[in-house]
């Protein structure tokens, strides 16, 4: 299966609201790869970048790692983005 960007950052972003991190609670930056063929990591790391430059993921600055949630400010912007690309609701 081929992922184009628009895929791999609703597939990012409906992960981590499927697992409801939200807000305080935060995932290793790493576990974003995870799911997406090898050949493939380099670009998803690449796109999870975006999405906190984009402010739709926050970023945590931790001693043993950077740590990513879900901006809860821009739920719904990010709940209809999903919607669009992937065709799934919550």
């Not at 090898?38 to 796109?47: A, C, S």
């Not at 790692?65 to 912007?77: A, F, H, T, Y």
């Given at each position: 299966m081929e992922f184009n960007e628009d895929q791999i950052k609703a597939t990012i972003l409906y992960d981590l609201r499927r697992k409801k991190v939200i807000g305080g609670v935060h995932v290793p930056f790493d576990t974003l790869?995870?799911?997406?063929?090898?050949?493939?990591?380099?670009?998803?790391?690449?796109?999870?970048?975006?999405l906190i430059k984009k402010g739709l993921l926050?970023?945590?600055?931790?001693?043993?790692?950077?740590?990513?949630?879900?901006?809860?400010?821009?739920?719904?912007?990010?709940?209809?983005?999903?919607?669009?690309?992937?065709?799934?609701?919550?």
């Open positions: 790869k995870k799911g997406f063929p090898p050949h493939l990591k380099g670009e998803v790391d690449t796109i999870a970048k975006d926050i970023p945590k600055p931790a001693s043993y790692g950077l740590q990513v949630s879900i901006n809860k400010e821009k739920m719904r912007e990010i709940e209809e983005f999903i919607k669009k690309v992937l065709g799934s609701e919550f």
